[in-house]
C-alpha cells in the first residue's frame, strides 16, 4: 500500500506519494511521532505540513504486477502440472491485488482525532 496526498502549492496540485509500514493512521501516528507530516512535493519542491488524516490508501500497482510477472514464470515452469497451474497463475496476484486493496480501504476507514 502507498499513501498519496495533494501538493499545496497553488501553482502545483500534484499528487505525491510516501510509502510507509503502517497499516492504519494509529501506527502511522505512533511511527512519525505527531499528528502531522513534513514532506516535499517532488515536483515543484513545496514543504507542506499536513495532518495525518489527508492522507489516502492506495493499491500499490508495483507490487500487483511483480506478482503477475512472478506468477507467468511460474506457470512456464510448471506446465506439465495440468489444471493447478491455471489456479496458482491467477490465484497469486489476486490475493495480493485483494490484499492491497483490504489494506488501502481499512487505511481510508479510520481517522484520528
Not at 500534484?14 to 505527531?34: A, F, P, T, W
Not at 497463475?89 to 492491497?100: A, S
Request: net charge positive.
Amino acid at each position: 500500500m502507498k499513501l498519496s496526498y495533494y501538493c499545496t502549492s497553488p501553482s502545483c496540485g500534484k499528487i505525491n506519494y510516501m510509502k510507509v509500514d503502517s497499516d492504519n493512521r494509529y501506527d502511522l501516528k505512533q511511527e512519525i511521532g505527531s499528528d502531522h507530516f513534513n514532506e516535499r512535493c517532488k515536483y515543484c519542491g513545496n514543504h507542506t505540513k499536513k495532518h495525518i488524516n489527508r492522507l489516502y490508501g492506495e493499491i500499490n500497482t508495483t507490487i500487483v504486477l511483480f506478482f503477475i510477472f512472478a506468477s507467468l514464470v511460474l506457470t512456464v515452469f510448471t506446465w506439465n502440472l495440468g489444471l493447478i497451474v491455471g489456479k496458482l497463475t491467477i490465484g497469486i496476484p489476486l490475493f495480493v491485488w485483494f490484499d492491497q486493496k483490504r489494506r488501502a480501504s481499512n487505511f481510508n476507514k479510520i481517522m484520528i482525532d
